[in-house]
């Protein structure tokens, strides 16, 4: 099934996926100021709802080029080159430059603690998120950047998605969207309140972010089915959204909340004057994903209440989008250059004529 690949100047792919990673910050700031989040749909935080965003708008794309290049090796080797050097970066900056300047501990006991090494394990997507003596008395202590637990549930996901590539489910949309369904009803099953046969087992992220993955999975390879009705389909997500909204009990809530990869994959695949132009600036989202929580938790622990819950988070968004706009131009967008490109078609032989 042939895809127009989507591109930076032609959707609006980059606008939501900077607004899902600035929903996560300000998230964030409620619960690092000592306040509960902004909930979304009753259940779920604001920032954890942008983080579903970012998973399905991942599923989509990521789909896209495992389409093109289903070749294992350079699919693994892109999506380290867009997840590590930025990591890696954030990692080397918290554990040696804002770990010894916070810390309670001597520098020498700072650099002696097994804490301050093991936390490079994150490089290995198992995330060791505590360095010693840092933020103690923050309501999130000693944790310099809480959001990086997500990233080995993505990496996961990509895993996921090229086995289920190479054994061939992905020849078989039905199976796949078998597969999804069964994901979003786990969900639904687990977030209703009448289903506390599942709750009692204890929430399960990988599956409750995979859902969202893989409905962005699904919308890729069922594309041709709403590609040409774009208008049509944002209008009959806003419409189904708000009388799910305007009905608020349990069921429809979660119903509603189970359309977030649809309503935002379509949203994106659109081309909206301005919103399709932000991708200029460079994809900041990732950037902004990954600084923002070390950025948050040294503006607090450095004033705390002696400014106000509004200044300090505008001196964060400031600092964040800088550091953001920094890593995309320095580290990622260089590392990105390096990516295996598809090998081309050979072209086929024409035999010589007697």
Request: proline share 6%; net charge positive.
């Amino acid at each position: 099934m042939a895809q127009a690949e989507l591109t930076h100047r032609t959707n609006n792919f980059d606008f939501i996926r900077v607004i899902a990673a600035t929903s996560v910050l300000i998230s964030h700031h409620f619960a690092l100021s000592g306040m509960p989040e902004p909930l979304v749909l009753k259940f779920q935080t604001l920032g954890g709802y942008g983080v579903f965003i970012f998973f399905a708008i991942s599923g989509f794309l990521v789909a896209q080029s495992w389409q093109r290049d289903p070749n294992v090796i350079r699919f693994a080797h892109r999506r380290l080159l867009r997840i590590w050097p930025g990591m890696l970066c954030v990692l080397l900056l918290c554990a040696l430059v804002l770990g010894p300047a916070v810390t309670t501990l001597s520098l020498k006991e700072y650099f002696s603690n097994g804490l301050t090494w093991t936390y490079f394990k994150t490089l290995l997507f198992q995330v060791q998120p505590f360095l010693p003596g840092v933020f103690p008395d923050s309501p999130v202590a000693n944790i310099p950047n809480g959001v990086l637990w997500t990233i080995p549930i993505e990496v996961h996901c990509y895993g996921y998605l090229a086995i289920l590539g190479v054994v061939g489910v992905l020849r078989w949309r039905w199976l796949l969207l078998a597969m999804t369904a069964a994901l979003a009803g786990y969900y639904y099953v687990y977030h209703n309140a009448e289903g506390v046969f599942l709750a009692g087992g204890g929430r399960m992220p990988e599956v409750e972010f995979a859902t969202f993955f893989f409905s962005g999975v699904l919308l890729h390879y069922f594309r041709e089915v709403w590609s040409n009705w774009t208008r049509i389909a944002i209008s009959f997500g806003i419409i189904l959204l708000a009388s799910l909204l305007l009905i608020r009990n349990d069921h429809q809530l979660i119903a509603a909340f189970l359309l977030t990869p649809f309503f935002f994959v379509v949203l994106g695949s659109a081309s909206f004057p301005i919103l399709n132009r932000f991708g200029r600036f460079g994809d900041m989202s990732y950037g902004i994903y990954i600084y923002a929580f070390p950025v948050q938790q040294t503006l607090i622990w450095l004033w705390g209440k002696s400014i106000s819950f509004g200044a300090s988070l505008a001196l964060a968004l400031a600092i964040t989008g800088v550091l953001a706009w920094i890593s995309w131009h320095v580290i990622e967008q260089p590392a990105l250059r390096l990516k295996p490109r598809a090998p081309k078609p050979v072209p086929a032989a024409v035999p010589a004529s007697a």
